[in-house]
Structures are given as structure tokens and as C-alpha cells.
């Protein structure tokens, strides 16, 4: 049997596997096998991989794991189940699907169990590298006699199937098993079996074999050797480090807390992708059901560091490094990227929140090589709003676009089709940059904020601060210019008029999240956040009040769902003015209405704030990083 290490952490590989099966199947990795593009369940992917797995839901499928999911520009299903196992003695099959099954799933591991015939038979599926995982076998013979076995793999693939006899391994659309030694290998196009004949396991024995099971976006390679014990306690070790060093900072969560900040965790690690092609660092994907997100967005980056940080600090800074790898030389950074950067989208950026997430990694790292580097990037960003993106040049700046076009001047806002912008139109202020007629508050606040980090960030440099100034004045206009006294809240503003966008929506609480709003408009922006007319609904703080006429959260995106990042905001924001006690009962609303958050359902994009339905893509990683935020806040 195994030898087990101690773990760094101070924990016996018992006390390690105990605190892993405590947060057991946070999230409910069962399905049938797939077919094609469709990617409605959940999966588990570690690492940075470009491949991905799930548990079986029939006991047909008992020996199994589903797929791989296979990402690239988009995600496709390799197979339902490229690896099956099959066990025979005596020329008889052993029906795995009537063995007794334990069939799980543990942060950064798969694991089946089945109990058959004097047989215990384990699969454990982890994850080594951005491009490998190992598929381990341990048969044990609980009877009084020897047994002899012939233990098969076989799959079915829609790549044609490429033997290599030489090595034992097998290639199907750049997907590669490597086999142990002696692993006699066939194959007809689409289908391969991989046998070991005559295996014998004497009473009280054990038979092992690990597979390695690759994917490389780039060029396919031979895959390394591992040895699977090594590789099991460093994959231990590495989630323990995780989750330890998350919970431990806060101590105050309940269990049901605590299984959601892990399962938060599996979100945003499974939607990880290793440096490839053209990204390169490593970036972490919006969600990983949606094929539209198969690449790295800016303000996501931002918000997701955030989160990361809380138990991945190195994976949160190249989050950030992903994007500013594409920052032009006026200063802008791409609304997204892509692993072709031909993909890359160029015609809008997104909301200004990097100086924030910078800050927020060097509060948790204390590292100032990491600030030093970032600073000057940061910096031509900021300032590329105001040679771009302020039309009249009066120190507020619009949301904009390069092509001149409205679309993507929402989509630059973040917030995409928000009824706010439903009457602009498109001012050039240069060849290369539009902006909307609308001066809006968040992207003001969210510029008045940057200026304040990035004075700390300068004085972490050891720098002279240089936007005090800049963020007096701001803060000034953003008070008298976007609220409305009688109406009790932010708004934004029409550049030729000079009035007000009266649309109720989450931008009116962005000035309380960067402290800018004054005491008395933050004790009046709060009557409206509980208004039970407008904010105050079963998922509180939609992003449009729910008496608008366009009120819509089936069917709205921006135009009635819960997204949760603004729900952060909110909370945060009423915090920062004294209001503990109304931001707490936000956050509880959102956490116990919001649909599977506290049982083992997916993150989702945003909810229907009246039923509590989930909405949209699943496993969303923004949603996740602010779920920790929010939790360790509570």
C-alpha cells in the first residue's frame, strides 16, 4: 500500500485527505457523457489545463470519467468518455455497473471507488501541470486467493486515433495518453483499447498503473513521468494551501460558509488557463461553459485578481500581467484576448479598476517588485482615458470606443446594454476614439478611486504621490454634477444638455464603494438601495430598479439580473459610510436566495432577483472572486 508523506502544511496525509473530504463535492461534477460543443455542466479542470473532466452519473458509465473537454478558441467534447475501464478473469467481464460505487469529487481531485467481487477498485484523476493530468488505478484484492486479470482501457474518440506502439501511447487531436510500459495498444480510426493481460494480485495485494493524460494547445510533446504518490501529496499539499489560507483568515464563516469560499475557489482554479499561443501569462477564462468566454477579459482580470489573491496570490498577479501584455502604445488595454491575438477586441477597453486590483495584491503580498513593475503601466492607463475618452476635456470622462460605434461604447462601460445608454450617440474626439454625449458617474468614481491608488502604489515605490489634487477636484465635480438631491441619487450626465440620466441603476452606488459620495448622499442613495420597489428585492440590488418599465431579468443582462460584483459594490460602499448592519443584510439576502449558492449548485453569471433563479453562464469566475470578497467582509 502507499507510503504517505507529512504534508508542509503540519498535517498527516489522514488529517490532509480529512479536510479535503470535508468540502467534498462542493459542486456536483456528475453527468452523462456529452456530445459535440455543449458545455451545460460542470467540470474539473486544475492548473492552468486546456483540458477538463467530469464524473459519471450512470452506473453504466461506473470505470469512467467524462470526457475530456477540450479548450481552445472554443470547447469541444474529445469523447463522452475516452477512458473507460474494463476488467476480465478467466475470459469472464467483470459489470462494473453493479458494483458498489463511492464516486466523488474532492477540491483538485476525482475519485471513484468501486467494490466488486472481493475487488476494490480506485480511480483518482489529478492534475500535474497546465498540460498533464495523471489517471491512477489501484486494484486491491481483499480475498484469500490470488486473482488473475486482464485489465483493459478503451474509449472512442471524434479525433482519429494515432498509435504509438514504441512508447505506449496514443494521440487523438492533439490529446495524448502515454500508457505504462508494455501496455499493448490497438486502434480503427476512432476507437483504441489499451490492455494488460495476465495481471496477477495475490490475497491482500495491490495492482497499480497511472496513466498520463495530456492536452498541449501549442505542440504536442512526449508527456513527463510522474510518479503518482509524489504527485498525489504535492496536489495535497497545494489545496490544503488554498483553502487553509483562505479560512484561516476568516474564521467567522459558518460550514455552509466555508464549503461556498471553497467552492469559489474550484470556480476560479477551474477556469485558470496556463499561458498559450498568444496569452501569455497565465489569465483566467470568464466561465468555462460559455463559449464566448474562451479567452481573458480586462475589468474580469481586475475583479477576479481580487478574489485569487485570497489563495493564489502568484495566479492573481498574471492575471493582471495577461492583459497588460496587449497594452498599446497610447496606453490602452484590450477589452479582451484570445490565445489568437488576431481575436483580440480592440474597439473598447473596460472600466478602470486595475490601479484597485494592483493595490489589493500588494496588500496581501507586500510585493513591491510586483507594484514597481505594474506602476508604469498603470499610469499610461490612467491617463489614456483623459487624452481619449473626455470630449470636451473637462475633466469627466464618457465611455467610448475606436470605431466610433455605440455597441461597443456600452460594452466599454462593462454594463451592456443598460437602459442608460439607450438615448446616447457617438462625439469623435480623435481618429481613433469616440466617446458617448453621457459623462458617467461609475467610470468617473471609478477614475477618482485609481487616482487614490495610485498615489499609494507610487509611495510603495517610493515615489512622490502625484493625483491628490486631481482627486480633490474629481471628487468635487462627481458630487455637485451627477446627483440629483431631489431624487436621492447618482446619475449620469448628458454632455450638451447638462441633465441628468434619471435610470435608476447600480451606478448610482459606485460614489459610496470609492468613498467620494458625501455623508448625507450616501444616507439617501442608501433609502433607495432599500426600497423593496426598486433594490430591495429577494436577490437585492438588481442592476435596473425593479419599477422600471424595462425591468426584465429574464431576458435584460443589464436590465434587471444580480450581478454580483455590483451587489459587492453596494455592500462595500454602505460599509465604508457606517452602515454595517444594512450592507450584512444584503449580503445575507444574496447568499441565502441566491439559487445554489449554498448547496453544491453552480456560480452563476448573475439571478433573477425575484425568484432567486440562476442565470446565464454558469461557473463564473467574477461572480466567484466576489462571493470571497463578500464573505470574508461579512
Not at 470547447?75 to 475501464?85: K, N
Not at 487531436?173 to 494480485?201: C, H, M, R, W
Not at 449620469?492 to 470609492?514: R, S, Y
Request: proline share 4%; with cysteine.
Amino acid at each position: 500500500m502507499r507510503r504517505w508523506m507529512i504534508l508542509l502544511l503540519g498535517l498527516t496525509m489522514q488529517q490532509a485527505n480529512a479536510q479535503r473530504s470535508k468540502y467534498a463535492d462542493v459542486l456536483d461534477l456528475r453527468t452523462t457523457p456529452p456530445t459535440g460543443k455543449s458545455i451545460l455542466d460542470n467540470v474539473f479542470s486544475d492548473m492552468g489545463a486546456w483540458h477538463a473532466y467530469a464524473l459519471p452519473a450512470r452506473k453504466e458509465d461506473n470505470g469512467a470519467f467524462i470526457g475530456p473537454l477540450i479548450m481552445g478558441m472554443e470547447g469541444e467534447w474529445l469523447s463522452g468518455a475516452f477512458s473507460r475501464l474494463a476488467i476480465s478473469e478467466n475470459g469472464q467481464p467483470l459489470d462494473l455497473s453493479a458494483a458498489h460505487a463511492d464516486i466523488r469529487y474532492f477540491p483538485g481531485m476525482l475519485q471513484q471507488q468501486l467494490e466488486i467481487n472481493q475487488l476494490v477498485i480506485l480511480l483518482q484523476l489529478i492534475f500535474v501541470s497546465g498540460r498533464e493530468a495523471l489517471l491512477h488505478t489501484a486494484i486491491t484484492n481483499k480475498g484469500t486467493g490470488g486473482r488473475k486479470l486482464d485489465i483493459r482501457y478503451y474509449g472512442q474518440s471524434r479525433k482519429h486515433v494515432v498509435i504509438d506502439a514504441a512508447s505506449s501511447s496514443l494521440q487523438s487531436g492533439g490529446f495524448v495518453v502515454q500508457f505504462p510500459a508494455g501496455t499493448v495498444i490497438t486502434a480503427d480510426s476512432l476507437n483504441y483499447s489499451a490492455v494488460n493481460k495476465e495481471i496477477v494480485i495475490a490475497a491482500g495485494k495491490e495492482y497499480q498503473q497511472t496513466q498520463v493524460q495530456a492536452y498541449y494547445p501549442d505542440a504536442i510533446r512526449k508527456p513527463a513521468t510522474y510518479d503518482f504518490d509524489q504527485s498525489l501529496t504535492a496536489n495535497n499539499q497545494r489545496w490544503n494551501t488554498y483553502m487553509s489560507r483562505y479560512i484561516s483568515a476568516a474564521p467567522h464563516l459558518t460550514d455552509a460558509e466555508k464549503r461556498l469560499a471553497v467552492k469559489c475557489m474550484v470556480t476560479l482554479i477551474t477556469n485558470w488557463r496556463s499561458s498559450a499561443g498568444d496569452i501569455l501569462h497565465d489569465g483566467v477564462f470568464p466561465s468555462i461553459n460559455y463559449q464566448g468566454f474562451y479567452g481573458v477579459w480586462s475589468w474580469d482580470s481586475w475583479k477576479q485578481a481580487v478574489g485569487i489573491v485570497t489563495f493564489h496570490p502568484e495566479l492573481a498577479k498574471d492575471n493582471i500581467r495577461s492583459m497588460f501584455d496587449y497594452q498599446d502604445e497610447h496606453g490602452m488595454v484590450a477589452d479582451c484576448i484570445y490565445a489568437d491575438k488576431s481575436e483580440n477586441n480592440w474597439r473598447d477597453t473596460k472600466p478602470p479598476l486595475a490601479g484597485w486590483g494592483v493595490y489589493e495584491v500588494y496588500r496581501q503580498t507586500h510585493d513591491t517588485a510586483f507594484v514597481k513593475e505594474m506602476l508604469p503601466k498603470l499610469i499610461r492607463y490612467h491617463e489614456w482615458w483623459y487624452a481619449n475618452r473626455d470630449h470636451d476635456q473637462n475633466g469627466l470622462c464618457e465611455y467610448g470606443s475606436t470605431d466610433g460605434t455605440r455597441i461597443a461604447a456600452a460594452w466599454e462601460s462593462g454594463m451592456d446594454n443598460a437602459v442608460r445608454f439607450d438615448s446616447a450617440v457617438m462625439v469623435k474626439n480623435n481618429d481613433e476614439a469616440w466617446s458617448l454625449n453621457q459623462e458617467s458617474v461609475d467610470l468617473n468614481a471609478y477614475l477618482y478611486a485609481e487616482k487614490i491608488y495610485l498615489d499609494k502604489l507610487l509611495a510603495v515605490a517610493g515615489e512622490k504621490p502625484r493625483y491628490a489634487q486631481q482627486a480633490v477636484l474629481l471628487a468635487n465635480l462627481i458630487r455637485t454634477k451627477f446627483y440629483d438631491a431631489g431624487r436621492g441619487f447618482f446619475y449620469d450626465l448628458q454632455t450638451k444638455t447638462g441633465n441628468l440620466v434619471t435610470i435608476d441603476g447600480p451606478e448610482g452606488w459606485i460614489p459610496l464603494w470609492t468613498g467620494v459620495a458625501t455623508k448625507a448622499q450616501a444616507a439617501q442613495v442608501l433609502k433607495k438601495m432599500k426600497d423593496p420597489r426598486k433594490f430591495n428585492t429577494k436577490v437585492p440590488l438588481p442592476t435596473l430598479a425593479a419599477d422600471h418599465p424595462a425591468f426584465d431579468p429574464m431576458k435584460g443582462y443589464w436590465r434587471g439580473p444580480v450581478w454580483l460584483d455590483q451587489v459587492a459594490y453596494g455592500a462595500q460602499g454602505l460599509r465604508r459610510y457606517g452602515y454595517v448592519k444594512e450592507a450584512r443584510m444584503f449580503e445575507q439576502q444574496l447568499l441565502n436566495n441566491a439559487a445554489g449558492l449554498l448547496t453544491n449548485g453552480p456560480i452563476c453569471e448573475n439571478y433573477h432577483p425575484v425568484t432567486g433563479k440562476g442565470l446565464n453562464a454558469k461557473n463564473f469566475s467574477w461572480s466567484a472572486a466576489h462571493l470571497l470578497m463578500i464573505l470574508k467582509n461579512k
